[in-house]
C-alpha cells in the first residue's frame, strides 16, 4: 500500500505563490493516476488536479485551471502542485491521492490513501 505524506503548505498573501510536495513511499508509484484535493472548513473535499502515470496528461478543476500546475518526478516517488496567483478563497487543507482508477476520475472516492494534508491559508 502506497503512503504519502504532504508538505510545503503554509500562509502567503493573496497574489502569492506556493509549491506543495507529496512523496508516496512504495515502488509501484509510477503505477498510479495521482490527485491533489483540497477541503475547507466546513465544506466538502473537493477535486484540484490529477496527472497520468508518467505526467503526460493533465486534469485541473476549473477554479484552479490556468495557476495551479501539476507535476511529477518518478524517480524521487513525488507529485507536486504549484499554486501561482493565489486567492482566499484557496483557503483549505490540501490532500493528495492515489487514484483507484486507470483513467481520470475527479470523485473523491475513486482515490485512496489518502496523505495527513498539508494547511494553506491565503490572506487578503
Known amino acids: 500500500q502506497v503512503q504519502l505524506v504532504e508538505s510545503g503548505g503554509g500562509l502567503v498573501q493573496a497574489g502569492g505563490s506556493l509549491r506543495l510536495s507529496c512523496e508516496a513511499s512504495g515502488r509501484t508509484f509510477s503505477s498510479y493516476i495521482m490527485g491533489w484535493f483540497r477541503q475547507a472548513p466546513g465544506t466538502e473535499r473537493e477535486f484540484v488536479a490529477a496527472?497520468?502515470?508518467?505526467?503526460?496528461?493533465?486534469l485541473y478543476a476549473d477554479s484552479v485551471k490556468g495557476r495551479f500546475t501539476i507535476s511529477r518526478d518518478n524517480a524521487k516517488n513525488t507529485v507536486y502542485l504549484q499554486m501561482n496567483s493565489l486567492k482566499p478563497e484557496d483557503t483549505a487543507v490540501y490532500y493528495c491521492?492515489?487514484?483507484?482508477?486507470?483513467?481520470?476520475?475527479?470523485?473523491?472516492?475513486?482515490?485512496?490513501?489518502w496523505g495527513q494534508g498539508t494547511q494553506v491559508t491565503v490572506s487578503s
Open positions: 491521492a492515489v487514484s483507484r482508477r486507470l483513467v481520470f476520475s475527479t470523485t473523491r472516492t475513486d482515490f485512496g490513501s
Open positions: 496527472i497520468s502515470q508518467y505526467g503526460g496528461s493533465t
